[in-house]
Nanobody, 119 residues
Framework: QVQLVESGGGLVQAGGSLSLSCAAS????????MSWYRQAPGKQRELVATITSGGNTNYADFVKGRFTISTDNAKKMVYLQMHSLKPEDTAVYYC?????????????WGQGTQVTVSS
């Protein structure tokens, strides 16, 4: 089995910073991409940032210049550094990974971590 576990959410004032971490574990052959998504109350889940195994990154326009995604491939971890946070960044943040297991490839999700930005 594969597990993704997020940590690092919490409450922060607008303009502040927060860092999220996500650890992948289980019988993993390779991790192809890792991503962060978020879902605010009453809204659809949306992609925040993605990083490939080669280190290529992609960001949603609404976080460009404020958030940074990075990985530690050896530890099978992905991070999201968030700066200049805004109240509209309040959401549950989910880690997702495109993982290859033996003879199988699929998308896996963490349970989510709450980020609340107060004005």
């Amino acid at each position: 089995q594969v597990q993704l576990v997020e940590s690092g959410g919490g409450l922060v004032q607008a303009g502040g910073s927060l860092s999220l971490s996500c650890a992948a574990s289980g019988k993993i052959l390779s991790i192809n991409t890792m991503s962060w998504y978020r879902q605010a109350p009453g809204k659809q889940r949306e992609l925040v940032a993605t990083i490939t195994s080669g280190g290529n990154t992609n960001y949603a326009d609404f976080v460009k210049g404020r958030f940074t995604i990075s990985t530690d491939n050896a530890k099978k971890m992905v991070y999201l550094q968030m700066h200049s946070l805004k109240p509209e960044d309040t959401a549950v943040y989910y880690c997702s990974a495109d993982i290859t297991r033996y003879l199988q490839r699929g998308d896996y999700w963490g349970q989510g971590t709450q980020v609340t930005v107060s004005s």
